[in-house]
Each structure stands twice: as C-alpha cells, then as structure tokens.
C-alpha cells in the first residue's frame, strides 16, 4: 500500500480533531504532574495546522510535515512546541518532494523525527518523557516492516507498543521536564506528554480511540 | 473561581493591551507574534537584552521592559514559554550590530525556544550569547534548579549594563556573575488558578504550607504546617544561607516576592523577620525589593531572594531604570 498526500491530510485531521478531543484530558494529566498547558497548547498548535492544510492539497508530503513542523513550532510553546515540531520538521525534510511513499520510507521518517526529539529534549528512554512511547513504536514499526509485514500490520504492532510505552511512564519517576521538580510524586501518573504521543499515534493509523479508560480516570482522583 | 478576566482565552492578550495603553511612553506592544519592546529600539551600538517565559508572572517579564532594563520581552500563554517566532521578531525589533543577550529562566521549554531562535541567529551572523537563571534552592539537584526571583535582577543588571554602553561579552559576564551570586527560595500558602483550567492546580489543606514552591505550582521540598513567620523564614533563609555561603560581613540584596496574592503588610513582616534573621548573622542587608515583582497568578505566599553584592553589582543594581515596574534614578 502506498501513502499519498491525501493520507497525509486525514492523518494531520485526525490528529488535530483527536487532540482537541482530548485536549482536557491531556491538560488534567499536566495539572497532576506538569503546569496543565499541554492540552491547551497542543489543541491551539493542531488548530493552527488544520488551517494551513487547504493551502497544502497539492504540495508534497515533505512540505506538509515541514509546514506542520513549523505551524506548531509557532503556535504551542512549551517543551511540547519544539520537540514535536522538531520531530515533523525533520520528517518533512526527508520527505521533501515525495508524493507517495511506503512503509520503508515511513519508518526512516519516524526514525529521524525520533532522534530530532532525542536532541532537541537532550532525552533519555526512562525519564518520563514522550520518548517512552514514541521510542518503542517506531522500533516496532522499523523491525515489523523489515520483517515484511503490511503497512497495517507494521502499524497496529507499532500503536500497541507506542500505549505500551505510554502506560510504562506511569510507574516511572521524571527527571526531565517539569514533573522532574516533584521527584518521587511523580510516580504513579501517567505522563501527558506519552499520552498525546497515542493520539498522534492513533490517528496515525487511523483509529479513532475511545475517550480516555478507566485507568486514566483513575490516575486524576 | 472569581477573576477579573472577559474570557479564558483573551487572558493574554487584554493584559497586553492593558499594558501598552498604561505606558505608552516606555513600551510598545506588537502583536502576532506577540512581543513587547523599548519605544526607542532599536538603539544603535547598544546590546539588546531580551527575555520572556510563560505569561502569569506580571510584572515578570513584560513590566521590566524600558530604560536600564530589558530591550525586548515575549509573554507566552499562561505557563507556557514563549515560541521561536516571537523571540525572533522581538530580536528583530531590538538588535543592533552590538548584539543580543538572552535571559532565559531554566525550564525545558524555555531553553528549547530560546534554543530554536539562537540555532536561527546564529545561522544569520547576529551575535547572540545566553544567561541561564536557575537559582532556586529547593531542588538539590543543580541543573533541575529553576529560574525565579534572581531573574528580575539578572535583567536589571545586564540592562544597566547595556545601557552603560558595555559589549555583549561584558553584559553577558555581569549578568551570569548576577545569576551565580543569588538564590531564591519560596512558600505557598495556596494554590493558584489557571484561567483555562478555572479550578486551583493543587490543594493546600487549612494549616499547610508548601515550602519550595514553582512559580508555577510546581511542588516543591516539603509540605508542613503554617507557623509563625519568623520560623518560616528561618527555614528559607537557612537554606538560601547555606547553599550561597554567605558569611558575616556579606553585603546582600534581598527581595522579598508577592506571589500574588499574598498582602503587602504580611511581605513586609516578612521582610523584617529576614533582615532580624541577617542582622544576627552579621550579614549586611545592602538594597531591598519588597513587592510582588514575580507572581504565580493568583497564588499566595512569598519568594525571597538573596544576592551577594560587589561593588560592580551595586553599582549596576543602582543606575537608573524606567520600566513599567521598576523605576528609580530618572
């Protein structure tokens, strides 16, 4: 299966409508362990990225990203502003130019949007960050499709593994960001910034995910 | 929760109006990106001095913009630090051949903002340096240390500096010297509210104090019961004391910080308990600032920063200034 431009613009959609979806949810997280921005800030950055998408319908893929990247660089602030504008800035600059691309394009996307997050946040896997669930879904995604398996296939194994991850900061005590200033208070919360990492995720793959379980609930009482 | 406000999402950007029309003849503010500056920038062979954060620290950052001080601040949304764009437009709008200095307090998001706009910079030939103000004790870690009172005289400093005609190296030292000479420590009494959020980010029950606070109501060392000031202040100025090492014989500035909503008579007792609390150390108060200089919106509770003084540093903390907030010596 190939992904065209088109692809690209319902997945921007779906995760700008996602995060707006979620944007209280997302801002509940950081009320416990954070400044309760994140959901606030992201919704403003994807909003401000859906209006730019209708200019976009006939650039390229590389383009998109890149005006995304840089549409939420300006728009959201915050650490979440640079580390995902970051992340699809340097996608967009691999991508420059593609109208079509597959599942090994794809993954050398993901993986040079990982190591922008990597430098631009000086992270770390086990620091509570994103990176604890973007991380293992794009090895997922690489190993899957390197194995041979369809995009979907590749791109089911690689959401569970990013919820995986995402569930895995719950445990974990930050040492970056603002939840490190809470030090062992911040375990047992689930980490905002993991948390968006899903709904880009899932709308990536295009699944449209219930409101937030039980557990998430669980962690704001 | 009661706020003067119109709407949660003009918070922002009525403060600004706000401030522009009360001192048209200190600041200009610009919009989208948002950023306030100097009416007279920019000024030839004068290094610019720029700063910002998340807004809901007035008069932090935006009130310390004019003569003597900042060149140029952008207020980000509430908590938020400000993005790329703005930082560069209010270079843009403050910097002349002699360069521009960054004040950036020590939050993730800030140094990434600040970052993305210098990698730009630099990129464009503009010299550009960068002082990182991370003095609050509270956390022994230093590099998790956050940015907070010392910030206000970091910016007066470099400011004066710059006003004085010195080069972005030497504004650059007298400011980072400024940083690592102060420390700060503070104490909720409250939480505050997030407009957006319209409830307190945290609860303090009737007797509790939060002892280390964020300006954001990021938690801090310990919670403990209320008590006389005078041993809260012990406490805070113990651990400032300590980390500092300051000795007898010491000339300090202290500044004594509304966290907004915290009364000016408690400040001032809090204030006399720190001058009893240096006077028996034998360390001498020099210059003072009490006042809410630094909020946390509608928190309450107070900062208190010490800074070990030169005669360089006094001399700086000294000149004239003509900000929204801070104006003496004009």
């Known amino acids: 299966m190939q992904i065209t431009v088109d692809h690209v613009i319902r997945f921007l959609e779906r995760a700008a409508a996602l995060i707006r979806e979620h944007a209280t949810e997302l801002t509940e997280l950081d009320t416990v362990i954070g400044d309760a921005d994140h959901g606030t800030n992201l919704n403003r950055g994807f909003s401000a990225v859906v209006v730019k998408l209708d200019a976009l319908q006939d650039g390229d893929i590389g383009t998109i990203l890149d005006v995304t990247g840089k549409t939420l660089l300006a728009t959201v602030g915050g650490a979440a502003g640079p580390l995902y504008g970051t992340a699809f800035r340097r996608a967009g600059a691999l991508l420059a130019g593609r109208h079509a691309i597959e599942g090994a394009d794809i993954a050398a996307a993901l993986e040079v949007a990982l190591e922008g997050i990597i430098e631009r946040g000086r992270v770390q896997r086990g620091e509570k960050t994103m990176l604890d669930a973007i991380a293992p879904g794009v090895e997922t995604f690489r190993s899957a499709i390197a194995e041979g398996k369809s995009l979907e296939e590749a791109a089911r194994c690689a959401l569970a593994a990013v919820e995986e991850g995402m569930r895995a900061t719950i445990p974990m005590q930050a040492t970056k960001g603002r939840a490190a200033f809470l030090g062992p208070r911040s375990i047992g919360h689930q980490d905002p910034g993991a948390t968006s990492a899903y709904y880009i995720a899932c709308a990536m793959v295009g699944l449209n995910v219930d409101p937030p379980s039980d557990q998430n609930e669980a962690q704001l009482s | ?330």
């Open chain 2, 1 to 330: 929760m009661k706020m003067l406000i119109n709407a949660a999402d003009t918070v922002v950007s009525d403060a600004l109006e706000g401030l522009a029309q009360a001192h048209p003849g200190i600041v200009r503010v610009m919009r989208n990106p948002d950023y306030v500056v100097r009416t007279d920038a920019p000024l030839q062979q004068q290094v610019a001095i720029i700063s910002g954060g998340g807004s809901g620290h007035e008069p932090m950052h935006i009130g310390y913009v004019g003569r003597g001080m900042l060149t140029a601040a952008c207020p980000g949304a509430i908590f938020t630090s400000p993005t790329p764009d703005q930082i560069l437009a209010a270079t843009y709008a403050s910097a002349s051949r002699a360069g521009v200095l960054y004040i950036i307090k020590n939050y993730a998001g800030d140094r990434m903002n600040f970052e993305i706009a210098m990698e730009t910079l630099l990129l464009e030939g503009v010299p550009v340096a960068s002082v990182i103000v991370a003095d609050d004790v509270a956390n022994p870690m230093q590099d998790l240390r956050r940015g907070t009172g010392a910030t206000i005289i970091v910016e007066k400093v470099a400011g004066a500096a710059a006003e004085m005609g010195a080069s972005l190296e030497e504004c650059a030292r007298v400011a980072r010297r400024a940083e690592r000479q102060s420390r700060s420590i503070g104490v909720a009494l409250s939480a505050c509210t997030v407009p957006a959020l319209a409830r307190p980010s945290f609860h303090l029950g009737d007797n509790e104090i939060e002892i280390g606070i964020g300006i954001h109501g990021e938690a801090g060392r310990q919670r403990t019961t209320i008590a006389p000031v005078a041993q809260i202040v012990d406490q805070l100025c113990s651990a400032l004391v300590d980390d500092l090492d300051l000795r007898a014989g010491d000339r300090t500035l202290a500044l004594v910080n509304g966290l907004g909503a915290t009364s000016p008579i408690e400040l001032y007792i809090v204030f006399y308990e720190v001058a009893r609390w240096c006077a028996a150390r034998h360390i001498v108060l020099a210059r003072s600032l009490v006042g809410n200089y630094m909020t946390s919106l509608d928190m309450a509770g107070c900062t208190i920063t010490l800074m070990r003084l030169d005669d360089e540093l006094l001399q700086l903390w000294d000149a004239p200034v003509c900000t929204p907030a801070l104006r003496w010596g004009v």
